[in-house]
């Protein structure tokens, strides 16, 4: 298994015009023949960077889909069950944000 940087997502989403762009797109084409995760506290990252340009609608996408827009595995942390998971990153967001999410 591969595991992943943040970076290399923040440029193909915002920094289109970057030199590393082309050599990057042609590496996140390529995740789909690859094992290649990204821990929860990278998909958090990504999303903070995130944060400052999308929606609320594609933000919350980007947190609880971000498989489908990238074929990687977004690993649990500490190795507790996905739903557990997604139950921590909720309770931590509405206790952060004050806002209720789905």
Known sequence: ???L???LFIIDRFFSKDALY???RTF???LGELE????IFTLLEICGVASFNPSSREL???LYQFSDAYPVL?????GIEIQAAVDWVKDFLVEVSGENLP
């Not at 290649?36 to 821990?39: E, K, P, T, V």
């Open 1 to 3: 298994m591969v595991l």
């Open 5 to 7: 940087d943040s970076n």
């Open 22 to 24: 082309p050599l990057n």
């Open 28 to 30: 996140i084409e390529s």
């Open 36 to 39: 290649a995760a990204i821990s």
């Open 60 to 62: 919350k996408r980007w």
């Open 74 to 78: 977004v690993l649990d942390p500490f």
